[in-house]
C-alpha cells in the first residue's frame, strides 16, 4: 500500500514548455486534489475531484489543467509554463468529502520554470 | 473571504517543555479544522482533525481545542522531544465557496536536544 505518489519528484522547465504532473493513489478514494505550497503563501487549491470523470476548479486554477480519467489517477497540466508556476505541487486523496476525513497527502513535486 | 494566521511563525523550545501552537480564522462557518505537520522536503502528515461540534481531539502527546465562536484554534504538544521539530499547519475546511480547505502558513517548531 504505497498511499499517494507523485511523478515526477523534480523537473525543471522554460518558459513556454508544457508538461503533466500525475498523482496515484492506492487507497480507493474518490476525492483528490491539486495544491501548490509557496514561501509565504501557505497551501493553496488548484483543482480537485469529486470522482472519476469529475473535475472543478479551487482557488488558483488559472494555468493549469486536470483530468481524472481513472479513479485512482489525477492529471495536473501546464499548457505553457511560466516562471510564476515555480512551486512545490501536492496531491492529495480521500475517501469521504471534506469534512469527515482527513486527506492524505503526496511527497510533492518541486517544479522550477525558467 | 476566509483567512487563517497561525502564530508564532517560528519557534524554538529546549527538550522536555510543553508548548502550544496557535490558529485563528475569520469565518467560524467551518466544517472542520484539521492540523497538520510537514517535514522538510516532504509532505503533510494530518495529526488531528476536529468537527465544527467538537472542542477537542487528543492523539497521544498532542492536543487539539476548537472555539469556533472565536475563530480559534490550539494545538498543545507535551514533554517535547527533538523529533517533533517540524512545521505545524492549521487548516479549515470553509461552507460553500470554492476556497475548499483553506491552510495557515505554519509555525515552525525547533525542538533543541
Known amino acids: 500500500n504505497a498511499g499517494v505518489t507523485q511523478t515526477p519528484k523534480f523537473r525543471v522547465l522554460k518558459t513556454g514548455q508544457s508538461m503533466t504532473l500525475l498523482c496515484a493513489q492506492d487507497?480507493?478514494?474518490?476525492?483528490m486534489y491539486w495544491y501548490r505550497q509557496d514561501p509565504g503563501m501557505g497551501l493553496r487549491l488548484i483543482h480537485y475531484?469529486?470522482?472519476?470523470?469529475?473535475?472543478a476548479k479551487g482557488e488558483v486554477p488559472d494555468g493549469y489543467n486536470v483530468s481524472r480519467l481513472k479513479k485512482q489517477n489525477f492529471l495536473l497540466g501546464l499548457e505553457s509554463a511560466a516562471p510564476s508556476q515555480t512551486s512545490v505541487y501536492f496531491c492529495?486523496?480521500?475517501?469521504?468529502?471534506?469534512?469527515?476525513?482527513?486527506?492524505?497527502f503526496g511527497p510533492g513535486t518541486r517544479l522550477l520554470v525558467l | 473571504k476566509q483567512e487563517v494566521t497561525q502564530i508564532p511563525a517560528a519557534l524554538s523550545v529546549p527538550e522536555g517543555e510543553n508548548l502550544v501552537l496557535n490558529c485563528s480564522f475569520t469565518?467560524?462557518?467551518?466544517?472542520?479544522l484539521q492540523w497538520f505537520r510537514q517535514d522538510p522536503g516532504k509532505g503533510l502528515t494530518s495529526l488531528l482533525l476536529?468537527?465544527?461540534?467538537?472542542r477537542e481531539q487528543t492523539s497521544g502527546r498532542l492536543n487539539a481545542s476548537l472555539d469556533k465562536s472565536s475563530g480559534r484554534s490550539t494545538l498543545y504538544i507535551a514533554a517535547s522531544q527533538p523529533g517533533d521539530s517540524a512545521t505545524y499547519l492549521c487548516?479549515?475546511?470553509?461552507?460553500?465557496?470554492?476556497?475548499?480547505?483553506?491552510f495557515g502558513k505554519g509555525t515552525k517548531l525547533t525542538v533543541n536536544p
Open positions: 492529495a486523496s480521500s475517501s469521504l468529502g471534506l469534512g469527515q476525513e482527513t486527506q492524505y
Open positions: 487507497m480507493n478514494h474518490e476525492y
Open positions: 475531484s469529486v470522482g472519476e470523470g469529475t473535475t
Open positions: 469565518d467560524s462557518a467551518i466544517y472542520n
Open positions: 476536529i468537527q465544527s461540534s467538537q
Open positions: 487548516a479549515v475546511e470553509t461552507q460553500g465557496g470554492s476556497e475548499k480547505l483553506v
